[in-house]
């Protein structure tokens, strides 16, 4: 049992039992916002209206981001209908092309062993598991990411043919123009600036030679650039708002109010990097000692993407927890490249920091229900949450307990797999839990309540607020009212598709009303019950904590 990488029917058994669990994930929850309601709403707004080229959200010009998973998405909903599992396909997909590559690429470049290792590592990285289960655009930019970093390390390992190399670098070009089509210049800036430290680094500058530029860049560019040109071409206004707005001063400024500490990211990390914490440190030590015995490092240049696209978004001004994804199948193969001579003190050490790590989960599930309640009313959902927490960090402990005992007896791959699969039952596990709590958030039974009130014309309007996930449910966009945050520009553009002051819309609610045409809205209890104290007529449709829904007749 300690050759399981080399068992083609526990490794096709395990790929077939991973794969149908991941894609069944990906239809058991609501869609949660802000950004999965924002970016199912948008591709449904692209399939109903048949522009693939001038990307909306609640019908209105949205060009913070590039297309990819836009256009995915709406070809999933074109194939497989309007639903949850269908929004989320594309960054499933991703999420599984991530660890296949990885995977593939490890046995290539560090052998078969190391290959097992780096899928099961990544393939249960709880960052990982949990972004490619949730419809954001982290996720697709990664997976288009992981194309190019294990294309270039296919292609320029010292044993590659000529036509081996040719072929994985126009790869790798492809999957850089996918990545600016996923979310930008980072596409192409990241791993650029990863290939001139490296090329420095290691003194391999005969690398430029390898990289087939000539052919590369043609391919790249007749990727990338047709939908920059369409889109420019139709809305003059797009150029400059994507590349200065969204790109330099979302990194050098604070106009987009999402700076954090230095740290950051390495909060982040720990607990994303679970269940191998415990054996990271060693991995980036191992990898960051120089070994000149072949011409091409492929630990230099993971651990090189890694820490520059760590740090490059440390330093940025804007941060999210799913700026560092790109660099997870970096980790997994230090990992794996690491575990295949790793000592059993090692593997132990990691084994029983999984344990402290689970112990420490269920002392501390009781006072989860104190983390995040907007609403007292809201505590009982977070309870119902807590047995799934709980029930994570069991298994997270159980686990641990099973791979320490496998790593004390030497059985390296039982304790890797063992390791590997804690890992991604507990974070199924959280995910899946969270769905009462989620679909209250999401405003869903609201907006299933409405449909029956609503015909194609009838006016809907959201007022102060703009919940992200109704509009999908609704299946419609909604007129905002004194609402702007993401919206500003394309309002700016076109200001005739919202109302913006709450006067106005009290204005426009009594035209409706006399004129006996029926209209709804959605509000927050704070300004229901302002706009109820004037005396506004409103009829109750449904409540919650978070909206009130209501109409005029």
């Known amino acids: 049992m300690n050759d399981l990488y080399n068992n083609k029917k526990v490794l096709w058994s395990l790929l077939a039992v991973f794969i149908l669990v991941w894609l069944y994930a990906l239809g058991v929850r609501t869609l949660v916002p802000p950004d999965e309601g924002r970016y199912a709403e948008m591709a449904r707004e692209m399939f109903a209206s048949g522009d693939w080229v001038t990307t909306r959200l609640n019908g209105i010009k949205y060009f913070e981001k590039p297309p990819l998973q836009t256009w995915m998405n709406a070809l999933s909903f074109a194939a497989f209908g309007l639903g949850e599992w269908q929004a989320r396909l594309w960054t499933g997909l991703c999420g599984l092309l991530g660890v296949l590559l990885s995977g593939y ?272 009313s809201e505590t009982a959902l977070l309870t119902a949450y807590q047995p799934w927490v709980l029930a994570a960090a069991i298994i997270t402990a159980a686990g641990g307990a099973v791979a320490l005992l496998h790593a004390r007896h030497l059985r390296r791959d039982l304790t890797v797999l063992t390791m590997a699969i804690a890992g991604f039952a507990a974070t199924e596990l959280i995910l899946t839990g969270f769905e009462p709590y989620g679909a209250m958030r999401a405003g869903k039974t609201a907006a299933l309540k409405m449909r029956p009130e609503l015909t194609p014309d009838t006016p809907v309007y959201s007022v102060a607020t703009y919940e992200q996930s109704m509009t999908f449910y609704l299946r419609r966009p909604v007129t905002l009212v004194d609402y702007w945050d993401e919206f500003t520009f394309g309002l700016s553009q076109q200001p005739e598709l919202s109302i913006p002051t709450v006067p106005q819309f009290v204005e426009r609610w009594q035209q409706h009303t006399r004129a006996g045409v029926k209209a709804l809205a959605i509000i927050s209890p704070e300004k229901y019950a302002e706009l109820k104290q004037q005396g506004l007529p409103m009829r109750l449709i449904v409540q919650d904590t978070r909206r009130v829904v209501v109409a005029n007749l």
Request: contains cysteine.
């Open 105 to 376: 690429a490890g046995s290539r470049v560090f052998g078969p062993r190391a290959g097992f290792y780096a899928a099961l590592a990544l393939g249960s990285s709880l960052f990982w598991v949990a972004s490619g289960q949730i419809d954001s655009l982290d996720m697709s930019l990664s997976g288009m990411m992981t194309i190019v970093l294990c294309a270039v390390l296919i292609a320029q390992r010292d044993d590659a043919t000529a036509s081996e190399q040719r072929n994985w670098m126009l790869l790798c070009w492809t999957g850089m123009a996918l990545a600016v089509l996923a979310k930008g210049l980072i596409g192409l800036v990241l791993p650029g600036a990863v290939l001139v430290l490296y090329s420095l680094l290691s003194g391999d500058i005969a690398i430029w030679k390898r990289l087939h530029l000539g052919k590369g860049l043609l391919l790249f560019f007749a990727v990338a650039t047709p939908w920059f040109v369409l889109v420019g071409l139709r809305n003059p206004e797009q150029p400059h708002f994507f590349f200065v707005h969204e790109h330099w001063e979302r990194f050098f400024l604070k106009t987009h109010h999402r700076e954090g500490a230095w740290y950051y990211f390495f909060v982040l990390l720990a607990p994303g990097i679970l269940p191998w914490l415990g054996l990271l440190p060693q991995a980036l030590l191992a990898a960051g000692r120089r070994r000149a015995e072949t011409r091409f490092q492929p630990r230099l240049l993971l651990l090189i993407w890694s820490v520059f696209i760590f740090t490059f978004f440390s330093y940025s001004s804007s941060k999210l927890p799913g700026y560092i994804l790109p660099i997870f199948p970096a980790l997994a193969l230090l990992l794996a490249a690491y575990l295949e001579t790793a000592p059993r003190r090692s593997r132990i050490i990691a084994a029983g920091l999984l344990v402290v790590i689970g112990i420490a989960g269920i002392i501390a599930v009781p006072q989860m229900v104190k983390i995040g309640v907007r609403h007292a």
